[in-house]
Each structure stands twice: as structure tokens, then as C-alpha cells.
């Protein structure tokens, strides 16, 4: 069973810093490319960065570029999202996500894990 | 403001049929795939459609997809209470380096 467990999430204070991590279990990690996506509180779904199979090619939105930067590690089957500099307007719930295919097809979630950044 | 653009709200009946549009540009819809995602409240979001019509295993087939130019549409036919949830655009744009984009979202209430 595909499975993808977020964690890292918190409080922060403005301009803190916080590293969330996704396990991946179920599947050959390796062979997908990961995606973040996250979702502020009452409001629609934001992508926020994607990252290929083997390290090769980093995406991310404007909204986080330069702040954020994604990461995986296929030997323990993980993805990470390190934020940095965060805003009040990082609030929000983060999920991993598989991508099946090119185009953001993602066909597996996580149950996202929730970082509010607040003084 | 979001660089896919959805209806805020959609409603219909049981057993109606319901479609839900997403406007894009050359960027994003008109040189990619689209795919469609339902999430209810409180829970993560479910691929309903990818590649513009194809629906994932599990998937009922009363739910479809299509695209032309640089919009697409869900289609739901045979509503059921069961459907109420947000559903959301998505496409990868090729401005800017690459980067994903979602619509804003649509809020489907079924009466």
C-alpha cells in the first residue's frame, strides 16, 4: 500500500526556519518525481515545488523561491521541503505528493502536516 | 489570484449533470496536460482525471474530462450527494522555468 506520512509541521516565528520531511513506503521511490502542494486555511491548493527522480531538476512557485528548497533522499525513501525566512502568509497545511506522470498528475497524497507562522 | 481560472461555486440536483470549466493560457493548458483533483473538507485532495480525460482506477465513469485549447472541463454526470466537495484544476506551465499551477477551485453543492 502507497503510503506518504508529512511531518516537521509547527509553529514559527516570522522569519524562523522549519524542515519538513515525507516518508514514502509502498512504492519504488526512486522511479517518481515528488511534489509539495500546500493549502492555507480556508483557501484553494497552492503548488509550492517538485523535484525529479534522481535530484536532477528543482521547481518551485515565485511565491517561495530563494526561501524554500527541496530535497529528497531515495536511499531512505524521503522528501523534504527546508523553509527558510518564513511569512505569515506560509500558513498553511503541506502535502507531499506523488507525481505518476509528467504534467502533475499526482496520484497519491499525504494527510499533510501543518506549519502556521506566527509571532 | 489564481493563474487557472475556475467558477468559486457550482450546484445541481441528484442524477444531473454538472460540468465545471478551467481557463488557462498557451502556458499551461494550451501545451500541457490537465488534470482534475476532488477534495472534500478536511481531507487530502483525490486525482479524479489526468492527461485531460483519463480517469484513475476507482474512479466512477460518471466523472470525465476534456480539453480544447486552453480551457477544459469536468464533466459529472449522475450527481449524487456523495460528490459534494471542492474540485480543482491543475496543469504544469512552462513560463517562468517550469512550475505548477492550480485553479483557484470550485465549490460543488449538491441540492
Known amino acids: 500500500e502507497v503510503q506518504l506520512v508529512e511531518s516537521g509541521g509547527g509553529l514559527v516565528k516570522p522569519g524562523g526556519s522549519l524542515r519538513l520531511s515525507c516518508a514514502a513506503s509502498g512504492f519504488t521511490f526512486s522511479t517518481y518525481s515528488m511534489n509539495w502542494v500546500r493549502q492555507a486555511p480556508g483557501k484553494g491548493l497552492e503548488w509550492v515545488s517538485s523535484i525529479t527522480r534522481s535530484s536532477g531538476y528543482m521547481y518551485y512557485a515565485d511565491s517561495v523561491k530563494g526561501r524554500f528548497t527541496i530535497s529528497r533522499d531515495n536511499a531512505k525513501n524521503s522528501l523534504y521541503l527546508q523553509m527558510n525566512s518564513l511569512r505569515a502568509e506560509d500558513t498553511a497545511v503541506y502535502y507531499c505528493a506523488r507525481e505518476v506522470a509528467g504534467g502533475l498528475p499526482l496520484d497519491y497524497w499525504g494527510q499533510g502536516t501543518l506549519v502556521i507562522v506566527s509571532s | 489570484q489564481s493563474v487557472l481560472t475556475q467558477p468559486p461555486s457550482a450546484s445541481g440536483t441528484p442524477g444531473q449533470r454538472v460540468t465545471i470549466s478551467c481557463s488557462g493560457s498557451?502556458?499551461?493548458?494550451?501545451?500541457?496536460?490537465v488534470n482534475w483533483y476532488q477534495q472534500v473538507p478536511g481531507t487530502a485532495p483525490k486525482l479524479l482525471i489526468y492527461?485531460?480525460?483519463q480517469r484513475p482506477s476507482g474512479v466512477p465513469d460518471r466523472f470525465s474530462g476534456s480539453k480544447s485549447g486552453t480551457s477544459a472541463s469536468l464533466a459529472i454526470s449522475g450527481l449524487q450527494s456523495e460528490d459534494e466537495a471542492d474540485y480543482y484544476c491543475a496543469a504544469w506551465d512552462d513560463s517562468l522555468n517550469g512550475r505548477g499551477v492550480f485553479g483557484g477551485g470550485t465549490k460543488l453543492t449538491v441540492l
Open positions: 492527461n485531460n480525460n
Open positions: 498557451n502556458s499551461n493548458i494550451g501545451s500541457n496536460t
